[in-house]
């Protein structure tokens, strides 16, 4: 079956802008997962859809951070007003019952 | 709240020679564990896990053993390969924490011929 899937692959902005990045989960699965990887860095999370409930938003660095998840499925990563310390690779995973996580191949996102 | 420690890297190890990475961790209820494993230019990928006390991981020649007195789950392999050098994450899944996980800093692994 098809695994999570990120769009776009690349994302190259000029500071200021504001982006979308979207995430495609595995189907019935009900975690979302956002994770910020800088280079040559660790998995710094965003923040995590679970069904119904509210969203854990906690790991958002700022408020120009924001996401949603439509339907519990599809979501979209906003980042408003991107700054150069944004640029990194944006992932998303998801999981059945919030045990194991399957990774996207990631949005590298540049700001020029 | 939650966290996982694991050794910085990066390690370098010949060929065949033995690996551990060590991971420890802080939870505040029964966590699951995990290790991931990230190759060059690919995503990341669920190595092994475990979900209980003394639970034994495996997957690919790599173990990892779940222990909850000394709250820690390194991760071993006998004979590493050229192939296994990739960058290695620990990380937990703690239910009273909404299944949050919580990753390591990751450990790269370069292993020569």
Same mark, same amino acid.
């Given at each position: *079956?098809?695994?999570?899937?990120?769009?776009?692959?690349?994302?190259?902005?000029?500071? *200021?802008?504001?982006?979308?990045?979207?995430?495609?989960?595995?189907?019935?699965?009900?975690?979302?997962?956002?994770?910020?990887?800088?280079?040559?860095? %660790?998995?710094?999370?965003?923040?995590?859809f679970?069904?119904?409930?509210?969203?854990?938003?906690?790991?958002?660095?700022?408020?120009?951070?924001?996401?949603?998840?439509? %339907? %519990?499925?599809?979501?979209?990563?906003?980042i408003?007003?991107?700054?150069?310390?944004?640029?990194?690779?944006?992932?998303?995973?998801?999981s059945?019952? *919030?045990?194991?996580?399957?990774?996207?191949?990631?949005?590298?996102?540049?700001?020029? | #709240?939650?966290?996982?420690?694991?050794?910085? =890297?990066?390690?370098?190890?010949?060929?065949?020679?033995?690996?551990?990475?060590?991971?420890? /961790?802080t939870?505040? #209820?029964?966590?699951?564990l995990?290790?991931?494993?990230? /190759?060059?230019?690919? =995503? @990341?990928? @669920? @190595?092994?896990?475990?979900?209980?006390?003394?639970?034994? #991981?495996?997957?690919?020649g790599?173990?990892?053993? /779940?222990?909850?007195?000394?709250?820690?789950f390194?991760?071993?392999? =006998?004979?590493?390969?050229?192939?296994?050098?990739?960058?290695?994450?620990?990380?937990?899944?703690?239910?009273? #924490? =909404?299944?949050?996980?919580?990753?390591g800093?990751?450990?790269? @692994?370069?292993?020569?011929?």
């Amino acid at each position: *079956g098809a695994g999570v899937s990120q769009s776009p692959s690349n994302k190259v902005t000029e500071k *200021g802008k504001d982006v979308e990045l979207r995430c495609d989960p595995i189907s019935g699965h009900t975690a979302l997962y956002w994770y910020r990887q800088s280079l040559g860095q %660790g998995l710094e999370f965003l923040i995590y859809f679970q069904g119904n409930s509210a969203p854990d938003k906690s790991g958002l660095p700022s408020d120009r951070f924001s996401a949603e998840r439509t %339907g %519990g499925s599809v979501s979209t990563l906003t980042i408003q007003r991107t700054q150069q310390e944004d640029s990194a690779v944006y992932l998303c995973a998801s999981s059945l019952s *919030g045990d194991t996580q399957y990774f996207g191949p990631g949005t590298r996102l540049t700001v020029l | #709240g939650d966290s996982v420690t694991q050794m910085e =890297g990066p390690v370098t190890l010949s060929e065949e020679a033995f690996l551990t990475i060590n991971c420890t /961790y802080t939870a505040t #209820g029964y966590p699951s564990l995990f290790w991931y494993v990230q /190759y060059p230019g690919e =995503g @990341l990928q @669920l @190595l092994l896990k475990a979900t209980k006390a003394d639970d034994k #991981g495996s997957n690919k020649g790599f173990e990892a053993t /779940y222990r909850k007195e000394t709250t820690s789950f390194h991760l071993e392999k =006998g004979s590493v390969q050229v192939s296994d050098s990739a960058v290695y994450f620990c990380a937990l899944s703690d239910r009273t #924490g =909404g299944f949050k996980t919580i990753f390591g800093a990751g450990t790269r @692994l370069f292993v020569k011929a």
